[in-house]
């Protein structure tokens, strides 16, 4: 069910009972709806709700979607991915309702293209992390960066699972993290490496606090957990500190750091003598992924990894049958 608190900025309206099913909907199918997710719900249950009327026209749709200089290309792709399945939502429901028109997709453009760090880049960020100067108003980050950036690398973790840990998810007798609930509502135990684990373990024992529901990482700020925004311009720092950049000049974003460990772990599996169509169901379950198109994005290939994986696709030509051809 949708709680009201999450209702509370959404405008009473005809299209306003139909977003609460269609949260419910989603929910049912074993998505999670982020709270980011909620907020594009809002906006787009607010600007319907102007109309008055219970049906979304092609003038409505086009109204909605029309380019706007203030709105950047990603926030454009997520209204237009909302609407259109809200769109179909309403019609499954028998209500009149246009289909967005693919020509409004076929205009987006990701621009993300991530950084796949070396091992001794790896190496400069947590040294970095590990040599941050005191703050005026609080040392946590002093204590806490250091482990979070050496889960990201170790673990391939996301931002937000990390961040939103508590201290009953880390099993420090076997070296694992437990993530709850997590993007498409997977949950999975996620084995440490020793060295990862001996630094997990001796900071929830230097935290010593009593409540194991407690978070993890607590903001001396907020005392929630760390926010993304806060994660980004630690990074960023961190990136600056050790010259990271990209061929642009930019700093890397830190979901790079995900990208960079499916990469290298892949490598790994691969010179360890793991087939390739073994090694990737693996590291998909590891990172949390429903299913192997998701992984395929976060793996890019060095130019020595892509000669080694079209040697292995060779040799799959031999187990394909030849057909005897007979000419009239």
Known sequence: MVNDK?????????????FEKYIEYKRGK??????????????????????????ITASMIEEFLSPDPKISPHTRYERISQLRQFSDFLRALGIK??????????????RFRPYIFSQEELERL???ADTLPAGRRSNNHVRVYPVIIRILIGTGMRISEVTSL??????????????INCKNNVSRFIPMSSSLSKIVSAYVISENRNSP????????????QYSYDAMKYMFHKLCVATEICDSSGKTPNIHSLRHTFCTRSLEQMLGSGMNFYT??????AYVGHVNLIDTERYIHFTEGQYQD???QESSLGNLIPEVNIYEE
Do not use: M, W
Not at 167 to 175: L, V
Not at 216 to 222: D, H, Q
Not at 279 to 284: D, S
């Open 309 to 311: 994986f079209i040697r």
């Open 30 to 55: 074993g998505e999670k709806v982020a709270h980011s997710t909620l907020i594009r719900i809002r906006d787009l249950n607010n600007a319907l709700n102007r109309y008055e009327k219970l049906e």
């Open 279 to 284: 090694a990737v169901p693996i590291l998909a």
């Open 213 to 224: 529901e407690a978070l993890l990482f607590v903001s001396p700020y907020t005392g929630l």
């Open 126 to 128: 947590s040294h970095a």
């Open 166 to 179: 508590k201290i009953s998810d880390i099993d420090t007798d076997n070296g694992t993290i437990c993530a």
């Open 6 to 18: 999450e209702f509370q900025q959404y405008q009473d309206g005809v299209f306003k009972p139909y």
């Open 97 to 110: 309702s246009e289909p967005v028109s693919s020509r409004y997709t076929q205009a987006v453009c990701r």
